[in-house]
């Protein structure tokens, strides 16, 4: 017969010291069962330095990294009525050590995020992922009461839908507008949405909007046109969308606009697809009336930092390289890189304000030809001419 010890009615002078001894395994479980047992495992000061959830109806995925180097990763899911399953891997890379345990619990599984966020001192969470899901699923539900005590997100990321699995009018976007006032960035599918709330996402106070098609044989939404005033009405600072949503005579008109500061000046980052053409006819039109001279790339390709980031070209299209850049320069000096790709996808990258700080561009020509683009242009229309 087992005898149940009594450990949080020990004096403080003696649980402290247990609880210290205790792996960080046993801190998690022993935060678990009470309030009470939670106030005194703060006082050790776990310091997270972010958390990562991935949400679905039965099944919630908690990832934390530790400042010192310690990993935890729980995959929590309901297998039977009030009967809960948690999966915990453990990874101190110091010690090299990595633990798996299974525990078991009567909450929903919901319910251990704010614990577990609340005890390791974690207030940033990192990403924030809805998974694939069926408009059947009553689970984002359940997520309301969790997403309204979420402090910062650095992320939210919604991943791959079907037209076969998910509707317009699901519940998505209660739970989009919940978590989007404490939200930096935003990833998301071409048809997860409408066009018009696709729109207010890429207008609104955001750091990131990426919008994709997440699978290659899943065309976007052809109806999902953009224009010119929903380009001027973006607030973001690094915005991408795939699929053909732009005119390129739009793009140029943008371009223009941005010379004369009359559209996004937060923006450092700009990337879209456009309509299919032929390379020349694009470059012409988007670069009608710009006065620019066209780089021929060279194939060593320069890469930018957009929001702190390194950023090289990245395209949906698996073979699409970068064939041509050109280089303009807004009314109150600053430089911008506009990239186009062999598929026709347009990069359009800002320099930083100061022409001397480089920290967002990292050059590959030389510095002749950069001083001296004249020359540049003269041996590109050579190449041209021999082509």
Request: glycine letters at 4%; one cysteine or more; aromatic letters at 12%.
């Amino acid at each position: 017969m087992t005898t149940v010890f009594p450990l949080l009615r020990l004096p403080y002078l003696v649980l402290m010291p247990v609880v210290e001894q205790m792996e960080l395994m046993e801190r998690i479980a022993l935060s678990l069962l009470s309030k009470r047992a939670r106030m005194f495992l703060k006082l050790l000061k776990m310091k997270g330095e972010y958390i990562n959830l991935c949400l679905t109806d039965n099944k919630i995925k908690i990832g934390v990294l530790f400042d010192n180097g310690e990993q935890l990763r729980m995959d929590i899911s309901m297998i039977r009525y009030q009967e809960v399953s948690m999966i915990v891997y453990y990874q101190n890379l110091k010690c090299e050590h990595y633990y798996i345990q299974r525990w078991y619990g009567t909450l929903p599984p919901i319910d251990y995020v704010l614990p577990i966020m609340d005890v390791t001192h974690c207030m940033l969470v990192k990403q924030l992922v809805f998974p694939k899901v069926s408009e059947l699923d009553p689970g984002y539900d359940t997520t309301i009461p969790l997403l309204a005590k979420l402090p910062k997100i650095e992320e939210v990321g919604v991943e791959d839908f079907t037209s076969n699995s998910f509707s317009w009018d699901s519940r998505l976007q209660n739970v989009l507008r919940i978590v989007f006032p404490v939200t930096s960035a935003v990833t998301i599918p071409y048809h997860a949405l409408k066009p018009e709330e696709l729109r207010e996402i890429i207008r609104g106070n955001f750091e990131s909007v990426t919008v994709r098609k997440y699978s290659v044989d899943y065309m976007p939404n052809h109806d999902m046109k953009f224009s010119l005033n929903d380009l001027k009405m973006t607030n973001v600072r690094s915005l991408e969308i795939a699929g053909p949503a732009f005119e390129v005579e739009d793009l140029n008109r943008y371009f223009k606009l941005w010379k004369k500061k009359k559209c996004n000046l937060r923006l450092e980052y700009l990337q879209v697809a456009t309509m299919g053409c032929e390379r020349r006819k694009l470059i012409n039109l988007l670069l009608k009336g710009l006065k620019v001279g066209i780089y021929c790339y060279f194939g060593t390709e320069q890469t930018f930092r957009v929001l702190g980031n390194i950023k090289p070209f990245i395209s949906e299209i698996e073979d699409e390289r970068p064939t041509w850049e050109t280089e303009i320069t807004r009314s109150d000096g600053r430089t911008a890189t506009i990239r186009i790709g062999s598929h026709g996808t347009v990069s359009f990258y800002v320099w930083p304000e100061s022409t001397n700080d480089t920290t967002n561009r990292e050059p590959n020509q030389s510095s002749f030809m950069r001083k001296f683009p004249f020359i540049s242009n003269f041996y590109n229309s050579c190449i041209e001419r021999f082509k």
